[in-house]
């Protein structure tokens, strides 16, 4: 799919609440929007999409299933920040970066050591002294931070939408943080629609468990928002090998699933 269409489909949504703009970029080909959707409730559940150009079926999920996410959203009481698609221009071309060549486009925080060492992940739970805000990067990055930043409140749950272009199969699993319950059941949720990736390799030196859960503090948008205190955070990851439709599938459980976790505080 090309970004036109995708744009074309999920301005068909805006009616459904607040569809605009955050920010723009440009590179050699044009300029594309950054969108975003919010809309009203209690607890808010951010919900992000489309860092990666050629992992496309979160952007994907979220056009064709915008309408039923955002009615069981305001069934529930819980509101919605959704931002279907990141990174524009590497949608349109097919492109894991930018059209611009600029990555990573999924770096929010480093970590700075007791010793000064200032460092972009925690691959193991070792002592901090704070983490900082990125101030550079790719365009994309530093609007969804800004972005990010300028939220009125500490979102609930963030939920965020990847897939993976490096191993073979139809399979899914997770990056989770803190309490990997909720997680387990999703997880088993999706398990009805493709196999999960369980005490597997999924990245250089990066193991999923026995659940097909992955625990890493990346410094991506999802650590960010579990270092501010974000109650429910994930990362879902389907292959791309995976058939569209049910990757798509397995994202909607996943939405519903942070949804149902919203509504609980």
Request: net charge negative; glycine share 8%.
């Amino acid at each position: 799919m090309r970004w036109n269409e995708l744009e074309a489909g999920l301005r068909r949504h805006a009616s459904l609440g607040i569809l605009d703009t955050y920010g723009e970029v440009e590179d050699p080909k044009g300029r594309y929007p950054l969108l975003r959707l919010r809309t009203a409730g209690g607890a808010l559940c951010v919900i992000t999409a489309g860092f990666h150009g050629d992992e496309q079926s979160g952007p994907i999920s979220l056009m064709e299933h915008l309408p039923e996410v955002i009615d069981y959203a305001r069934a529930n009481d819980v509101a919605l920040a959704v931002y279907p698609c990141l990174n524009p221009s590497g949608f349109d071309a097919f492109s894991r970066y930018n059209r611009n060549g600029e990555k990573p486009n999924n770096w929010f925080i480093d970590y700075e050591l007791p010793d000064g060492r200032v460092i972009g992940e925690l691959r193991e739970i070792v002592p901090y002294t704070r983490t900082l805000l990125r101030t550079v990067g790719p365009a994309e990055t530093r609007a969804l931070i800004a972005e990010m930043e300028r939220l009125p409140a500490t979102p609930v749950g963030a939920l965020d939408l990847h897939q993976d272009p490096y191993f073979d199969g139809h399979l899914a699993y997770a990056y989770a943080f803190g309490d990997p319950g909720p997680y387990i059941d999703l997880i088993n949720r999706s398990e009805r629609i493709v196999p999960i990736a369980r005490s597997h390799e999924v990245d250089d030196h990066t193991h999923s468990d026995e659940h097909g859960l992955v625990y890493f503090h990346d410094g991506s948008v999802t650590d960010y928002f579990m270092r501010r205190g974000t109650a429910y955070t994930a990362v879902v990851e389907t292959t791309t090998d995976t058939d569209m439709a049910l990757a798509c599938q397995v994202n909607l459980v996943w939405m519903r699933g942070f949804i149902d976790l919203c509504a609980r505080v």
